[in-house]
């Protein structure tokens, strides 16, 4: 989600409240969270932030707001600045340097928006943005500065992207992604998949999320009812990054949505100090596959600014991939590979073995 929201709107003081007594809405709008407060919850004091090599920084002038479900919070570890999930969310002062080449747009999305809601940037598939919404703010998210207030179409004008995608017959996978696709209601879900299920090229649903990673109670009964009812192959790739976002209730949300009959991939970023170490990408593989999931995309960085204290140079990613491919069976082992602006699909990086 990248909407901006003023500190004066986000929660200073509460505590987390037990995930069995919330429904996944509350916990999705509970999500936006000071890093004061963030900070509080996890036992950290903010003059060692300030003191770390992480640096100070204003949280107060944040145009990225903070945003962490209660879940996801949960399987942090108190007391630990460095820990791998507190890192992922927690906004530093490095993102105030300048990074060259790191942009607003790395992907150059905006010249493949065809339509309101609807990118079409690679042959047989177009990418649906479901929502502006998310349970939870990376840091290096690709999309934090993406134009979603010209990409939020109301029913009637998601006609111009269905005209669209009825005159592309060799369209044949829709991709739902945001945001994350599943922040939507599920109403607006099931309307939008019976209105793709009317188009008799798309044979592919493929949903992009996060939420059965970061809160997994999303995943219930009213959304594996408009699931079930897709015509077609239906393929759902989430995003972890880490061995320890992975506890028995993603396993659980994992193990309902297979139910369906749809094949889970994973995609994880590499992201120094978080996941850059050959212990830390087979741990993450084998605990994807002890949940069912199969490992899919490994992405270098998407240079977008804010983010460049978590890139990693080329050579050394090859050489942590030989090193994983060296200790993990072919079927575990994710690709590594750049998304890059005007290509026509993602560039494979072979590793260092």
């Known amino acids: 989600m990248i909407t901006r929201t003023s500190p004066s709107c986000q929660m200073e003081n509460r505590d987390l409240a037990p995930v069995e007594q919330a429904s996944w809405q509350e916990l999705l709008s ?18 060692e932030l300030a003191a770390s090599e992480y640096g100070e920084v204003d949280f107060s002038s944040l145009d990225f707001p903070v945003r962490a479900p209660t879940p996801f919070i949960q ?12 890192q992922q969310v927690l906004p530093l002062a490095k993102e105030q340097e300048i990074s060259p080449g790191f942009t607003h747009d790395p992907l150059q999305e905006a ?23 998310c349970a939870i703010h990376c840091r290096y998210c690709f999309r934090r500065h993406f134009p979603y207030e010209d990409n939020q179409p109301g029913r009637e004008q998601w006609s111009k992207a269905f005209s669209y995608l009825k005159a592309q017959t060799d369209i044949r996978e829709i991709i739902y992604s945001g945001g994350d696709p599943l922040a939507s209601s599920d109403k607006h879900l099931a309307w939008l998949t019976e209105r793709m299920a009317d188009i008799p090229h798309i044979q592919r649903l493929r949903i992009h999320t996060r939420l059965p990673v970061v809160l997994p109670q999303r995943v219930d009964n009213q959304l594996l009812e408009w699931l079930n009812r897709w015509h077609g192959q239906k393929v759902i790739v989430i995003h972890s990054n880490h061995a320890q976002e992975l506890d028995a209730s993603v396993k659980h949300a994992i193990e309902q949505l297979k139910s369906t009959g749809a094949t889970v991939l994973n995609q994880t970023v590499l992201l120094k100090g978080i996941n850059d170490s050959v212990d830390a990408l087979v741990n993450l593989s084998e605990k994807l596959f002890d949940i069912g999931v199969l490992p899919y995309y490994l992405h270098l960085l998407d240079p977008v600014v804010g983010a460049g204290h978590f890139a990693i140079a080329d050579a050394r990613a090859k050489r942590l991939m030989g090193a994983v491919s060296a200790k993990l069976p072919g079927y575990l082992v994710p690709r590594l590979v750049r998304e890059q602006a005007q290509r026509e699909s993602k560039t494979l990086i072979l590793p260092t073995l």
């Not at 509970?30 to 003059?47: H, P, R, V, W």
């Not at 399987?75 to 507190?86: A, E, Q, V």
């Not at 010249?111 to 598939?125: E, F």
């Open 30 to 47: 509970g999500s936006t969270i000071s890093a004061a407060q963030l900070l509080k919850i996890l036992e950290i004091d903010a003059s």
């Open 75 to 86: 399987r942090m570890k108190k007391g630990d600045i460095h820990d791998p999930l507190l």
């Open 111 to 133: 010249l493949s928006n065809v339509a309101p809601g609807l990118i079409h940037k690679y042959h047989g598939r177009a990418l649906c943005i479901v929502s502006k919404a």
